[in-house]
């Protein structure tokens, strides 16, 4: 699979972060082209303390890179009561406004899916896919079809 991941380590250019380093991308950023598949692996060991930080910290890559890299724009939602963002039609509608551009941005979370799971679709509101160490198979495959894709 042409992933390209470390070592060296690969640095894709951005604007809070100047050399963002995910720990794999495609293509490799010294050909200068922007990236089609970003992907982190981030292993979390205390769910319950760890994954809010680890998963805000992906959301912010995705939204920098899809508007940097790709042609996301973002609306906002205008909630007037912070009680409606339990409601699954607004993470749905960020959803809509980030799936399918590119970089797609994938987070492959190294600790127990039934532990982490009730946090999957609030994030996936941000972030195209996020995996488990259960499912490391299934972001494997995930990857090995985006980069297919992308070639077709």
């Known amino acids: 699979?042409?992933?390209f991941m470390s070592p060296p380590r690969r640095v894709v250019p951005g604007i809070v972060i100047a050399g963002r380093k995910p720990d794999g991308v495609w293509p490799d950023p010294a050909t200068g082209e922007p990236p089609a598949v970003y992907l982190e692996v981030k292993r979390i060991r205390r769910v319950a303390d760890d994954i809010q930080k680890r998963l805000y910290e992906?959301?912010?890559?995705?939204?920098?890179?899809?508007?940097?890299?790709?042609?996301?724009t973002?609306?906002?939602l205008g909630?007037?009561?912070?009680?409606?963002?339990?409601?699954p039609g607004v993470a749905k509608a960020l959803r809509d406004q980030i799936e399918g551009v590119r970089?797609?941005?994938?987070?492959?979370?190294?600790?127990?899916r039934d532990e982490a799971e009730r946090y999957r679709t609030g994030a996936e509101a941000l972030i195209d896919r996020?995996?488990?160490?259960?499912e490391i198979?299934?972001?494997?495959?995930?990857?090995s079809?985006?980069?297919e894709e992308y070639d077709s």
Request: proline share 5%; glycine share 8%; net charge negative.
């Open 145 to 147: 079809s985006t980069i």
């Open 74 to 76: 973002m609306t906002g």
């Open 1 to 3: 699979m042409p992933l």
């Open 137 to 143: 198979d299934d972001c494997i495959r995930f990857i």
């Open 79 to 87: 909630i007037d009561d912070n009680r409606k963002t339990r409601d």
């Open 103 to 112: 970089p797609i941005v994938i987070g492959l979370f190294l600790c127990p």
């Open 58 to 72: 992906l959301a912010e890559a995705s939204l920098e890179m899809k508007l940097l890299y790709g042609g996301a």
């Open 130 to 134: 996020i995996f488990f160490q259960e």
